[in-house]
T-cell receptor, first 111, second 115 residues
């Protein structure tokens, strides 16, 4: 079935370590997105990519990095520079003319 | 991007219609109105979107005012499974701007459907 797969669902890391969250889609969508959600809050855009090998910062890009080497994949690295990395991370993809589809998210806890 | 305003919460009785309002008074001509919902701890689910005309699908109806400054999402027969946070978003269409598809989520409306 087509869709977006985020892995892992739960992730624990020690403070100061970088961690990479995976996002893969087989929908042949051009654009992919990463959002962060804190408890009781809406989604905030971290990075987005409209085409392979290109991406733009969203509203809260500091402390995060991404790559888009393949159309299907848009991994997010949470670096040690991110001061409050514990959050729910959501990946999405879309075509140029239609709605975005979301993955089921990765819940990152930094201890 | 245009911003949206939604009530923070609303209750609805099971089996009744739920009407969710959204104000987007600064919407631009090339911006669509999208609705998503998020059930607790899951990824948001697309519901419906429109530009000018009213839209209907198997999940809901979207009514957009003639001046496009507000819209209403209608869930015709609410069920307990419709309990979720509902987000109204405006986003530019493709081909018109380099920020196409950039979805800005607000706090949304927490809808609770009661038996």
């Amino acid at each position: 079935d087509g869709g977006i797969t985020q892995s892992p669902k739960y992730l624990f890391r020690k403070e100061g370590q970088n961690v990479t969250l995976s996002c893969e889609q087989n929908l042949n969508h051009d654009a992919m997105y990463w959002y962060r959600q804190d408890p009781g809050q809406g989604l905030r855009l971290i990075y987005y990519s409209q085409i392979v090998n290109d991406f733009q910062k969203g509203d809260i890009a500091e402390g995060y990095s991404v790559s888009r080497e393949k159309k299907e994949s848009f991994p997010l690295t949470v670096t040690s520079a991110q001061k409050n990395p514990t959050a729910f991370y959501l990946c999405a993809s879309s075509t140029r003319t239609a709605e975005a589809f979301f993955g089921q998210g990765t819940r990152l806890t930094v201890v | 991007d245009a911003k949206t305003t939604q009530p923070p919460s609303m209750d609805c009785a099971e089996g009744r219609a739920a009407n969710l309002p959204c104000n987007h008074s600064t919407i631009s001509g090339n911006e669509y109105v999208y609705w998503y919902r998020q059930i607790h701890s899951q990824g948001p689910q697309y519901i419906i979107h429109g530009l000018k005309n009213n839209e209907t699908n198997e999940m809901a109806s979207l009514i957009i005012t003639e001046d496009r400054k507000s819209s209403t999402l209608i869930l015709p027969h609410a069920t307990l499974r419709d309990t979720a946070v509902y987000y109204c978003i405006v986003s530019p269409g493709a081909m018109t701007t380099d920020s196409w598809g950039k979805f800005q989520f607000g706090a949304g409306t927490q809808v609770v459907v009661t038996p």
